[in-house]
């Protein structure tokens, strides 16, 4: 198993671009998230899925969109780059939703955004 | 506003000592909590966890501690090895599903040899 995989690894934007962070495993996990990580700052949460064609926000979803047209891939876009977005983006995945379910993190993709 | 807060951004211990990393939090309604290793240019790796209704729990060498009264937890380790050398994460949760954790920014660990 390849476990979560993300692409790109590293990324330049300039302000107003637009980009998708790819995200894909191979667990057949129904909960997949998206997590972002800043300086001094845990983990926070941008957007999760419970299942194909069911997403959801979480705690900082502005400025990115989300779809689960499969069970295996998760995308992260962003409509419009801006410098508050350069940061550190985690996806993970969990055979389900509850909080005792181990969520498996992905490489992360590191986000500069000029 | 930072729920769980790890006040140590660093720890340096010698190979085979014991280190103890620590968390605090603020909000009583958690009662589930984990901890996070990771690696350079990884993601976070599940290490261990705790739920409310325990004040300890432990896997090999790795012990979680629990003070609901005092909102702490803190993770030790015995003995430590230079390949604990990692970020460790604290997290916790509020509610019955992932949704809703909360991650303290994480401390370094040095184990030197």
């Known amino acids: 198993n390849a476990g979560v995989t993300q692409t790109p690894k590293f990324q330049v934007l300039k302000t107003g671009q637009s980009m998708t962070l790819q995200c894909a495993q191979d667990m057949n996990h129904e909960y997949m998230s998206w997590y972002r990580q800043d300086p001094g700052m845990g983990l926070r949460l941008i957007h999760y899925?419970?299942?194909?064609?069911?997403?959801d926000q979480g705690e900082v979803p502005n400025g990115y969109n989300v779809s689960r047209s499969t069970t295996e891939d998760f995308p992260l876009r962003l409509l419009s780059a801006a410098p508050s977005q350069t940061s550190v983006y985690f996806c993970?995945?969990?055979?389900?939703?509850?909080?005792?379910?181990?969520?498996?993190f992905g490489p992360g993709t590191r986000l500069l955004v000029l | 506003d930072q729920q769980v807060k790890q006040n140590s951004p660093s720890l340096s211990v010698q190979e085979g000592r014991i280190s103890i990393l620590n968390c605090d939090y603020t909000?009583?309604?958690?009662?589930?909590f984990l901890w996070y290793k990771k690696y350079p240019a990884e993601g976070p790796t599940f290490l261990i966890s705790i739920s409310s209704i325990k004040d300890k729990n432990e896997d090999g060498r790795f012990t979680v501690f629990l003070n609901k009264s005092a909102k702490h937890l803190s993770l030790h380790i015995v003995p430590s090895q230079p390949g604990d050398s990692a970020v460790y994460f604290c997290a916790a949760s509020a509610s019955w599903n992932n949704n809703d954790m909360r991650f303290g920014a994480g401390t370094r660990l040095t184990v030197k040899p």
């Open positions: 899925s419970v299942g194909a064609g069911i997403t």
């Open positions: 993970a995945s969990s055979y389900g939703v509850r909080e005792e379910e181990t969520q498996y």
């Open positions: 909000n009583s309604m958690f009662d589930y």
